[in-house]
């Protein structure tokens, strides 16, 4: 049996990451809000401040103008529990946390 856990996104860490990136570009988060065409920096601020992350096209745009891939905006969970451990600290919805994945063989199909 192979499992393999499900990514989950840092959210806090990637908004730090997104922070860092920035700064070290020398841009300001009006710059950023003006890259994108937004009319407030709410969006920009929420995705430094780890509440929402970009949506796959604004990552990919960010990504472009940071002169980085996506993967490297992004940060993944370090410590991922298994699920049993999960679901005795769940306080969310089941999708936010690691769930192992079992790949199936070729076997497994018949």
């Not at 679901?87 to 079992?102: I, V």
Request: glycine share 4%; hydrophobic share 35%.
């Amino acid at each position: 049996m192979n499992t393999k856990f499900f990514p989950v996104i840092d959210l806090a860490a990637t908004g730090n990451n997104i922070r860092r990136l920035r700064i070290e570009r020398g841009l300001t988060v009006r710059d950023i809000q003006s890259y994108f065409g937004f009319e407030e920096p709410r969006a920009v601020y929420k995705w430094q401040n780890g509440e929402s992350l970009p949506t796959v096209d604004n990552l990919y745009a960010l990504g472009n103008l940071l002169n980085v891939p996506m993967d490297q905006i992004l940060v993944p969970v370090k410590n991922i529990k298994s699920y049993s451990e999960q679901q005795e600290d769940a306080c969310c919805s089941s999708h936010f946390y690691a769930r192992p994945f079992r790949m199936r063989q070729k076997s497994d199909a018949a």
